[in-house]
């Protein structure tokens, strides 16, 4: 088999950027409306297009027709006839939902309770665990893991709104979960008021950013219980399961379990169901976000991760290197971000070129492949 050219799809949701994903592949900018994800892989949300020999195919149908030579036999024995990851570029203008996810038995057990009960609420749309990575493309701003509760009790306390003194309470003590369920099941009648105090007040830029977005939801106080991080181009942060989490502005590539199940706490029009979020959330602090990355080859970084469905290496290209050897086998996505780079069978066959915003597909039966030129590029696998 060979190496193949990709076509992702983008999805179109009130938070994206008019201008990051346009420029990335060098269309005009702005774009009509906004592009919030690109997504490249199988889910069968969107899956990706393959352009074969025979003509266009999507992935998904690709893998369906042979899963042990798109996949390999060990992803088929580990995950069954599904690419267990999908990669994403996320572009972000305003404020996504803080949400969770729940980990790989919980997701089990919850979706076969679910389906086995059609009364219950649709809250998982199948059976799998989705953490996930992100890395940088451009200065980003994210949410992510609880930060020690005495710092979040001192940033609501200085709104100097008495309603909140059991929340402030809560935290002094350390009970994240009081002060989360207290915010999250504030009464409706006070909600709106809430967050007006909150933008009065001045206290808090964040806070006041996200009561704009949002009036009358209390997730904006939720999120001052989070670590809230600004990463610079190739850094990295990791979301397992249980993490509460919202991206707030800026570019980056995004790896993850191939689900969809997310439980959300607020900053959205959407429905927040209090109980089964307090169900999947950790209640444990994150004392650093950052997920520190690791040499593995010259020119190639990668960041370890305790989950075995997606690996993601960076690869630097100078044009001065022979081509680069990709460390991984099994199905693979490979995006470029910049520059003029080509991947390719390692014996023979066509390269493909990957400028900025563009992919390239290699299935296990492609055997090892390599990549060269200048620039850089992003390769998802799924661990040896």
Not at 53 to 68: F, H, N, Q, R, T
Not at 190 to 210: E, N, P, Q, V, Y
Request: with cysteine.
């Amino acid at each position: 088999m060979s190496v193949y050219p990709l076509t992702g799809a983008i999805r179109a949701y009130p938070w994206g950027s008019r201008t990051a994903l346009a420029a990335l592949q060098g269309r005009p900018t702005p774009s009509e409306g906004p592009e919030a994800e690109l997504w490249l892989g199988a889910h069968p949300g969107d899956p990706s297009t393959v352009t074969a020999p025979d003509g266009p195919v999507s992935l998904a149908a690709l893998i369906a027709e042979d899963p042990k030579g798109q996949l390999g036999e060990p992803v088929v024995a580990a995950f069954g006839a599904r690419l267990p990851y999908l990669l994403k570029v996320l572009a972000a203008d305003a404020p996504l939902s803080l949400q969770a996810h729940p980990d790989p038995a919980y997701a089990r057990e919850a979706y076969a309770r679910q389906e086995a009960d059609p009364s219950l609420p649709r809250n998982y749309t199948d059976a799998h665990h989705k953490p996930e990575m992100l890395v940088a493309l451009t200065p980003f701003e994210a949410l992510c893991g609880f930060r020690d509760p005495r710092a979040s009790a001192d940033a609501i306390e200085a709104f100097a709104v008495p309603a909140l003194a059991p929340v402030v309470s809560a935290l002094r003590g350390g009970d994240l979960r009081t002060a989360v369920r207290t915010l999250l099941t504030w009464p409706d009648d006070g909600r709106a008021g809430l967050t007006d105090g909150i933008r009065a007040s001045g206290s808090s830029a964040l806070a006041t950013h996200l009561a704009t977005h949002y009036p009358g939801d209390p997730g904006v106080l939720v999120a001052l219980l989070l670590n809230h991080v600004r990463l610079e181009p190739g850094q990295a942060i990791w979301m397992p399961a249980g993490n509460m989490h919202a991206y707030l502005r800026g570019a980056a590539v995004e790896l993850m379990a191939a689900s969809d199940n997310v439980l959300r706490g607020g900053l959205t029009p959407k429905r927040v169901d209090v109980a089964e979020l307090l169900n999947v959330l950790r209640f444990e602090v994150l004392d650093d976000p950052i997920l520190p990355s690791t040499a593995a080859a010259p020119g190639v970084v990668t960041w370890s991760v305790p989950v075995p469905d997606f690996v993601l290496y960076r690869i630097d290209l100078d044009g001065s290197r022979p081509p680069i050897e990709v460390p991984a086998a099994g199905p693979r996505i490979v995006l470029g971000v910049a520059g003029d780079a080509f991947v390719g069978q390692s014996q023979d066959g066509t390269p493909v070129e990957l400028r900025p915003g563009s992919a390239a597909y290699a299935p296990a039966d492609a055997g090892p492949i390599t990549v060269a030129g200048t620039g850089q590029v992003f390769v998802a696998a799924v661990p040896a």
